[in-house]
């Protein structure tokens, strides 16, 4: 039995064996670009306190075969056609880095609609009381793990993430401050 491949146009060696689930394939955009998913594609951005009050991000750094291979960005990838947004990233962060759907508390979305192709980054903390290990969880995974939030930009962040850094940092920083005390 042959495993169904898909061509990555950026990998040398040429297609790699991957199981094709429904929504794999590529999008020809209005951009110029190809893009995963055909009912587009969706990642999770988990953020959390850490010890000492300090923001840190669960990241993942794409395996070399995949598309813009090398960078880090939110694990995530295309979305079933049944699926919401948040379900599919839900489901891929399961897949690519380990984490329970169940410890996750999603609390907004941040869309980039190319018209015929959209990608979807949910929000999300962690559920009071959860332990979040991720790790590389598949082969789609180099690395993945909690990076401090001032540490982000220092690494070679996939450019859509780049650019969309600034505000999704804000975002999670508000949903992550504390709340101050009520008053009597």
């Known amino acids: 039995m042959s ?8 990998d040398p060696a040429g297609p790699r064996p991957r199981h094709l689930q429904p929504g794999d394939g590529w999008v020809e955009c ?17 953020g959390r306190l850490d010890d000492a009050g300090r923001l840190e991000v669960v990241l ?28 599919g990233a839900l489901r891929e962060t399961s897949e ?17 609609d190319h018209g ?6 949910v929000l999300a903390t962690v559920r009071p009381g959860a332990l979040v290990l991720p790790r590389p969880a598949d082969a789609e995974s180099v690395d993945v793990r909690w990076v401090a939030a001032d540490d982000v930009t220092a690494l070679p962040l996939l ?15 508000a949903a ?3 709340s101050p005390p009520p008053t009597a």
């Open 116 to 121: 015929p192709w959209r990608y979807t980054t």
């Open 30 to 46: 209005v951009c110029g670009r190809r893009h995963w998913g055909l009912h587009g594609a969706a990642g999770l951005l988990l």
């Open 3 to 10: 495993i169904p491949t898909v061509p990555d146009p950026s």
């Open 96 to 112: 690519e880095a380990g984490v329970d759907p169940d410890d996750v508390v999603p609390f907004a979305e941040h869309l980039l």
């Open 159 to 173: 450019p859509a993430f780049a650019q969309a850094w600034p505000g999704l940092r804000e975002r999670l920083e």
């Open 60 to 87: 993942q750094h794409r395996a070399p075969w995949s598309d813009q291979g090398g960078t880090w960005g939110v694990p995530g990838g295309a979305v079933a056609p049944d699926e919401t947004a948040t379900q």
């Open 176 to 178: 992550t401050r504390p």
